[in-house]
């Protein structure tokens, strides 16, 4: 394979905003000083560069709640977090909990269970709908979704997949082959067989002539590929998409579940950033009234201090006892489940989903209303508290990527960190125990920054 050009900056519709822009360096410039400096040049001296990462534009000195404090003392409300922030940064009881297992139990080495393992099991399965009743932990989301493609394979005795064009199921060689993005799948070679795509459903990509208002005839295509391949282990969606707030009407999961059933594939959905409150309920799947065979969560669920995913399933596929799917040394980590256990915890008594639900609406009241009075807002939507705010062009309707640019660090300046999806949505994803009034300032943020930016 040739070798590629590097350093160059050729994709802007990417899953986040890239680190090779000019308007990135710009900011720098113009906000860190000489010790950040120093610090930025020594990550870039170390770590082996890559475009949504290293070079990076800031140092963190702590996180705490809904705010990032930059080694200067600047602060910067989190609207991105990696989507682990469901709880917030450094969230008490998630923070006691783990120091209480790092005192006692450490480390779990794999020939023994733990109680905080245990519980957590007992703990995701009761929560889960309908026959999800077994599960494996894993240290990393994409680590989950390789051992989904496992189980499915192994399960139905198929090796082939269908996803969706522009998704995001991790950064592994057998994630990016369902992964439907450029950046992470140009010039690597080879990927998995038999990891076929389909147009995700998400109105500008409809190749259906949806025109915006969903028919879900996305979804017959799926079906339709399904019949035609017949021997489909898979299909892997991501329920909403997250990286630029695509939220499917309900036709179209009961078109996949039905598709799924006649064809014998199974049902996949990826919650990993999006599981555990984000979009008003425990698994954004219960919006839709169906139920996958099997569902991935990550990220938030090690209370955003430890990496921590899982993979639950349907009670009838516990069918790989004499093989290894996951095997991770980290698998039941009791720190790491000491921690989701606590995030559970606070979820629950913080009422978190209900707070989601609640605020997320106010908050697309408000964006609406934004949209109203700023032309360059084509659309905005949303579920719970994960927002999106697509920025067009008001005359030719094409994505408005260097006014979002502008518009991501002009908030930046103000204090608000969020992420930009497909170069041109604004994702504002705050943690779910944000107040009402900084909700209200963070959108005053953005409003300003559209206004400021996009006239
Ligand atoms: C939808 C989705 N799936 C999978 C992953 C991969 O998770 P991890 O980074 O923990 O491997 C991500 C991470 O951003 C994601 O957004």
Partial sequence: MKPRESGVARDVAAEGDVNLSPRRREWEAAHVGPATRALLDEDARYFLHQSLSTP???????AAGIWLTDVEGRR???????SVHQVGHGHPRVVEAVKRALDTLPFSPRRFTNDYAVTLARRLVDRAPGD?????LAPGGAEAIGMALKLARLSTGRHKTISMWDAFHGASLDAISIGGEALFRRDMGPLLPGTEHVPPCDPRACGFGCGGRCNARCADYVDYVLGKEEDVAAVVVETIRSTDVQVPPRAYYEKLRGACDRHGALLILDEIPIGLGRTGTMFAFEHYGIVPDMVVLGKGLGGGVFPMAALIAREGLDVAADRALGHYTHEKSSVGCAAALATLDVI?????CERAQRLGERALTRLREMQRRLPIVGDVRGIGLLLGVELVDPATHAPARDVAERVLYECLSSGLSFKVGQGNVLVLAPPLVIGDADLDRALDVVEHAIAACGS
């Fill in 76 to 82: 910067f409300m989190d609207f991105h977090g990696n």
């Fill in 348 to 352: 629950d008594d913080e009422r978190l």
């Fill in 132 to 136: 999800l009743s077994k599960l494996l």
């Fill in 56 to 62: 990076c534009m800031n140092a963190l000195a702590s």
